[in-house]
């Protein structure tokens, strides 16, 4: 139905600058918060009149106006390897069009874009990756929320059929604990768990060297 109890049923909705979707997905709102964080990234550390400042101020400025864009959003993203990779793809971006390579003379087109990947990746490794930024996020925001009271509305939800309910669904239906069928699917595409994601950022964090410090 279009309406249910007077109110328009819609694919998706904006609350507090978050994309709120009907699947619970996070895809369209990081889509939405790239669009921002590009704008944000011509206003401030890619303006021209910035161009003339050495590469570390101008990293200073990404950090201190672009990463808040995104990184509040951040922590209602349910974290994923795919998500993980997308949000270091957008640091990638932006950092290229913020360092300005040139192909030296005579450098072959497919030589001087691995140069640059090299290049921008280490620059990036030595700035943080915004992945781990994300990660963090994620699990801070999820401690937070655990620390309410015990009858707290959003804490009881987090713990509602938690990891060790749905093993005992796979193991009920006599297969593995950690994959096989549940019997819990509904129509429309298999989301990440939030708990499954909370515990996916921590096992990444802790294979993820130590940063060093930034620049």
């Not at 200073?60 to 922590?75: H, K, N």
Request: a positive charge; glycine letters at 4%; one cysteine or more.
């Amino acid at each position: 139905p279009s309406v249910v109890d007077g109110f328009a049923v819609r694919d998706s909705m904006v609350v507090l600058g978050h994309l709120i979707s009907s699947d619970a997905a996070p895809d369209n709102c990081f889509r939405r918060t790239e669009l921002s964080v590009v704008a944000k990234f011509w206003g401030s550390a890619a303006a021209r009149p910035l161009r003339r400042w050495c590469l570390e101020r101008r990293l200073q400025i990404l950090r201190r106006c672009v990463t808040p864009v995104w990184l509040f959003r951040a922590a209602r993203w349910a974290a994923t390897a795919e998500l993980a990779r997308w949000v270091d793809r957008l640091q990638r971006r932006l950092f290229v069009k913020l360092i300005r390579y040139v192909p030296m003379p005579g450098e072959d087109i497919a030589a001087f874009v691995r140069r640059r990947g090299r290049a921008v990746a280490h620059i990036q490794r030595e700035a943080g990756l915004w992945s781990t930024m994300y990660l963090r996020r994620v699990i801070s925001w999820h401690d937070h929320v655990l620390r309410r009271p015990a009858m707290h509305w959003m804490r009881r939800l987090l713990q509602e059929q938690p990891d060790s309910w749905l093993q005992n669904r796979r193991l009920s239906r006599g297969t593995p604990a950690h994959a096989g069928r549940t019997g819990t699917r509904l129509r429309g595409p298999v989301r990440v768990r939030w708990q499954t994601s909370v515990t996916w950022a921590r096992e990444e964090l802790a294979r993820r060297p130590v940063p060093r410090a930034r620049l």
